[in-house]
């Protein structure tokens, strides 16, 4: 973790282990070891039914010995960054000066890589405490390419994961995201907008788009995170390095024709600048 009287700069310290520099100056709220046992069950439970809600989640854990109204639920949830996903009438109602993103997925069919990435946060249990694991994926190949893990939710580590991505691959036609906070946010869309891409989000807690990276998460949590126990954020850093690099370059899709995201997106790539004969 940080070491303050450490000759290295915080800054520095911050991107060796990958972690957003405001995490850094962020003084955790204490979670009971009782609530940190229950959002990993909330979690487990969620990856399994993610059109759970507090109600479901509370009469599920019930019968586990689990003692927790729905209103903590729901409190534990919205820290986790996770809520039901199931098809929701349009009943919300738009802010004053909220920006509108028009629907840009409906009927497109998804043909090359870069055509369209995707971005979420999921939460990452350790052993004590926890932590937010931010990616970007390629909707084509299924390829992760970007990631970042912070112990906050703000935004600086998706942008620098962003960023990074752009930098590494150039820029996707389209962006999709949930409405979360960090999403919206102007510094998110005006990092968007300055590489002219255009900008999805679909309906908060909606199923519609989040299915390639709920699809990511529940790989990332049943074949790693739930068979480890992370004593630290350096930890949690290198196993998740290792995964992921695992299904980017070793991993068969089904949705892929047992190929891999590394071997969909590259050849794709490949196939569409090869001169024509």
């Not at 069919?109 to 970007?136: K, S």
């Not at 995201?177 to 989000?201: A, P, V």
Request: with cysteine.
């Amino acid at each position: 973790m940080i070491d303050r009287n450490h000759k290295l700069p915080v800054s520095h310290q911050c991107t060796v282990l990958g972690l957003a520099r405001s995490s850094a100056y962020y003084t955790p709220r204490e979670v009971s070891p009782a609530d940190l046992t229950l959002m990993r069950r909330i979690d487990e439970l969620h990856i399994e039914h993610p059109f759970a809600g507090t109600r479901m989640l509370r009469d599920l854990l019930r019968p586990e010995g689990f003692e927790a109204g729905r209103k903590h639920i729901g409190t534990l949830m919205a820290r986790m960054e996770i809520e039901a996903l199931y098809r929701k009438p349009n009943t919300s109602r738009r802010q004053r000066g909220d920006e509108i993103h028009p629907y840009l997925l409906r009927g497109l069919a998804i043909e090359r890589p870069n055509q369209a990435w995707a971005a979420d946060i999921t939460y990452i249990p350790m052993r004590r405490g926890f932590l937010y694991l931010f990616a970007v994926i390629d909707w084509f190949s299924r390829r992760v390419l970007a990631w970042r893990l912070s112990n906050t939710l703000t935004t600086d580590f998706c942008l620098d994961a962003v960023r990074e991505a752009i930098h590494r691959y150039g820029r996707p036609a389209i962006f999709n995201t949930d409405q979360g906070c960090q999403f919206t946010s102007g510094e998110f869309t005006g990092l968007l907008k300055m590489h002219h891409i255009r900008i999805n989000m679909d309906g908060k807690g909606s199923w519609r788009d989040n299915v390639f990276v709920e699809r990511l998460w529940k790989s990332v949590k049943y074949e790693e995170v739930y068979l480890k126990a992370y004593d630290g954020v350096a930890d949690a850093k290198a196993n998740l390095a290792t995964y992921l690099r695992f299904y980017n370059e070793r991993r068969p899709h089904r949705s892929l024709d047992g190929k891999t995201p590394n071997v969909a997106y590259f050849a794709a790539i490949a196939s569409a600048t090869r001169p024509a004969a």
